[in-house]
């Protein structure tokens, strides 16, 4: 069992930045595929990022350009650098594991069993 615990949310108006963090643990991000996704209220869950064990990383589209994933295996953390945030980037946003060493090309996640309880991003105008 792995435990992902998400922290940095909060509000920012437009064109603003965010560092989202997952505490998870050092064998976790040295070893799995780790990844973020959100969800609005009545949406499906959308695939925002990944990285692989060896560090190669795949974005949505919407968030490319933007968004950066990045690991600190020492320290056992994900984290997700927010900029040049819009307000349909507004979600819950959602840290996630996969048990492998690689990613699939497609960001599902019904890939990963393993999530945190999530922390609000609010981009407003």
């Known amino acids: 069992e792995i435990q992902l615990v998400e922290s940095g949310g909060g509000s920012v108006q437009a064109g603003g930045s965010l560092r989202l963090s997952c505490a998870a643990s050092a064998y976790a991000t040295s070893n799995y595929c780790m990844g973020w996704f959100r969800q609005v209220p009545g949406n499906e869950r959308e695939g925002v990022t990944t990285?692989?064990?060896?560090?190669?990383?795949m974005y949505a589209d919407s968030v490319k350009g933007r968004f950066t994933i990045s690991k600190d295996n020492a320290k056992g953390t994900l984290y997700l650098q927010l900029d040049s945030l819009k307000p349909e980037d507004t979600a819950m946003y959602y840290c996630a594991a996969r048990p492998w060493d690689t990613c699939v090309v497609v960001l599902r996640g019904s890939d990963f069993p393993y999530w945190g309880q999530g922390t609000q991003v609010t981009v407003s105008t």
């Open positions: 990285i692989s064990r060896y560090g190669t990383t």
